[in-house]
C-alpha cells in the first residue's frame, strides 16, 4: 500500500526547473519508492547497491551513462562519484530540458562535494526522512511549514485529530521508517537490529575505518542516550571510551549518514553569556529508542527519557514539515548562562519564533516567561508558542499560544 509523501510536490516542481535531482535521506525511509512513483514509463531505474553494476560506473563511468541514458533514476549515487563530472557534461551538451538524471544518495558527506563542484547550478537537492506524522495518519499534505502563528495553526487543525498520550509515545518508540508506520514489518525488534547491521556494513565502512564495531555501537548508544542534550564530547568520548578526537570523527559520521542533527545555539555580537555548544537530535525516535533498550512504548513514556525523547520528536516534526516542502529552516536554540532557555528558535524572513517543548496537557503562563530575553537579542521576535498535550489551541499571553503536539 502506498502512502502519499508531502516531498512529492516539491520533487516534480524541481525535477521541472533542474537537470538534475538529488534526494537524499538515510536508507530505507522511500526516497527510491517516492521517485518511481513520481517517474514516467520513459525513465530508467538502476540501482548502484548491485555489485556488476557498481563496478561497471566505477571502473567506467562513460560506459556506464552510455548504457543507461535519461531520463534514468540512480539509485545509491554515493557509490559512484565518478560519474558526477559526466553527468555534467551530459548535461550541458545535450541542454536542461533534454538531460534529465533523478539521483538517491542515503550518505552526504564526499558526495555533496562532489555535487557543489561538478553540478552547481544544475542540480536540486531535497531531503527525506521518514513519516512525518501528517504522512503516517494521511492528513492533507498541503499545507506550509510549521510555523507556531494563529493563522498557520488554524488550517493545520482542520485535519489534525487529537492525539492520546498513549497514541504519541506509540509513535515515538516504533519510529518513523516507512516498513514499521505501515506495519509492513511487525517485528519492531528485529527490523531496527537488521538496520542496523546493514548501517554498519554499508555507510559506516564506506566512510572511516572502524575497527572496534563494538566501540562505535556503543558510541552510538552513548549518543541516543543524550538525545535532546548538549553536547559535551569529553564526556560522550569517555562513556564510549574512546578517544576525543574519534569521536568528533564518528560524530561527523552520524551527522552524514542522517542518524543526528547538531542543533546550533543562537547567538550575536552582544551575547557574550550565551551557551555555545550545539544541541544533539537523533533523527528518527524509533531506533533512539531501540539503542536505549526501552521494550516498550509504556516504559518509555513513563521513563526518564520520556521528555527529552519528546523534544526529539517535536524537533525532528519541525524539520519534516520544513523539508518535505522543499525548504531549508533555520532552526536554533537559546540558553544563557543565568539558565534562561527556549527550546527552539525558528528564524524566517527576518522574524523569529520561539517555540517551548513540554510534556504536559496543563498549559501554563509561566511557560513563556523565557521569551522576553528575545526583546533585547531580537527585537523582531514575533508571536511564539508551547508544543504540548493539550486538547486545543490556547494562549498563554498576547504573544504565545498553546499548541497541540498534533498540529506540528
Known amino acids: 500500500m502506498f502512502y502519499a509523501r508531502a516531498l512529492g510536490d516539491a520533487c516534480s516542481a524541481a525535477s521541472g526547473q533542474f537537470p538534475v535531482l538529488l534526494l537524499t535521506g538515510p536508507r530505507q525511509v522511500g526516497k527510491t519508492t517516492l521517485l518511481q512513483r513520481l517517474a514516467r514509463k520513459d525513465r530508467r531505474y538502476v540501482t548502484l547497491d548491485d555489485p556488476a553494476v557498481r563496478a561497471l560506473a566505477q ?3 562513460a560506459l556506464f551513462l552510455e548504457r543507461y541514458e535519461p531520463p534514468v533514476l540512480i539509485d545509491e549515487i554515493q557509490y559512484a562519484p565518478q560519474l558526477l563530472p559526466l553527468i555534467k557534461m551530459v548535461v550541458d551538451r545535450r ?17 555533496m562535494k562532489g555535487i557543489s563542484e561538478t553540478l ?5 537537492i531535497l531531503n527525506l526522512l521518514g513519516f512525518s506524522n501528517r504522512e503516517r495518519r494521511r492528513q492533507e499534505l498541503d499545507v506550509p511549514p510549521f510555523v507556531p502563528t494563529g493563522p498557520l495553526l488554524k488550517q493545520r487543525e482542520k485535519s489534525a485529530p487529537a492525539m492520546t498520550l498513549k497514541r504519541l509515545y506509540s509513535d515515538i518508540w516504533l519510529g518513523g521508517y516507512p516498513a514499521l508506520a505501515t506495519r509492513a514489518v511487525r517485528d519492531r525488534d528485529l527490523f531496527y537490529n537488521s538496520y542496523l547491521q546493514t548501517y554498519l556494513q554499508r555507510d559506516v565502512r564506506d566512510l572511516t575505518q572502524v575497527g572496534n564495531e563494538g566501540a562505535f555501537i556503543r558510541f552510538l548508544k552513548a549518543c541516543a542516550g543524550r538525545t535532546g542534550q548538549l553536547l559535551n564530547l569529553s564526556d560522550l568520548a569517555r562513556d564510549a571510551d574512546i578517544a576525543v578526537n574519534t569521536a568528533k570523527n564518528w560524530l561527523s559520521i552520524l551527522q552524514a549518514s542522517f542518524q543526528i542533527a547538531l542543533l546550533q545555539p543562537y547567538h550575536t555580537n552582544l551575547s557574550k553569556r550565551l551557551v555555545k555548544m550545539p544541541k544533539l537530535y537523533f533523527l528518527d525516535t524509533g531506533m533512539c529508542a531501540f539503542l536505549t533498550e526501552w521494550s516498550t512504548a ?13 523534544e526529539t ?9 520544513w523539508w518535505n516542502r522543499g525548504k531549508q529552516p533555520h532552526l536554533y536554540y537559546y540558553r544563557d548562562k543565568d539558565g534562561k532557555e527556549i527550546d527552539l528558535l525558528l528564524v524566517q524572513d527576518g522574524a523569529m519564533y520561539p517555540i517551548e517543548i513540554k510534556k504536559s496537557a496543563s498549559p501554563r503562563p509561566e511557560w513563556v516567561r523565557h521569551f522576553g530575553v528575545l526583546d533585547r537579542l531580537h527585537p523582531a521576535w514575533r508571536q511564539g508558542g508551547v508544543i504540548c498535550l493539550c486538547r486545543e489551541l490556547l494562549p498563554l499571553d498576547q504573544k504565545a499560544l498553546a499548541i497541540p503536539v ?3
Open 406 to 408: 498534533e498540529l506540528i
Open 59 to 61: 571502473s567506467d563511468p
Open 95 to 111: 541542454g536542461r530540458k533534454k538531460a534529465s538524471y533523478w539521483l538517491t544518495g542515503s550518505q552526504q558527506f564526499h558526495l
Open 120 to 124: 552547481a547550478g544544475r542540480v536540486a
Open 313 to 321: 520528536y517535536v524537533f525532528t516534526e519541525v524539520l519534516k514539515s
Open 298 to 310: 509504556e516504559t518509555l513514556e513513563a521513563g526518564a527519557m520520556s521528555g527529552a525523547i519528546l
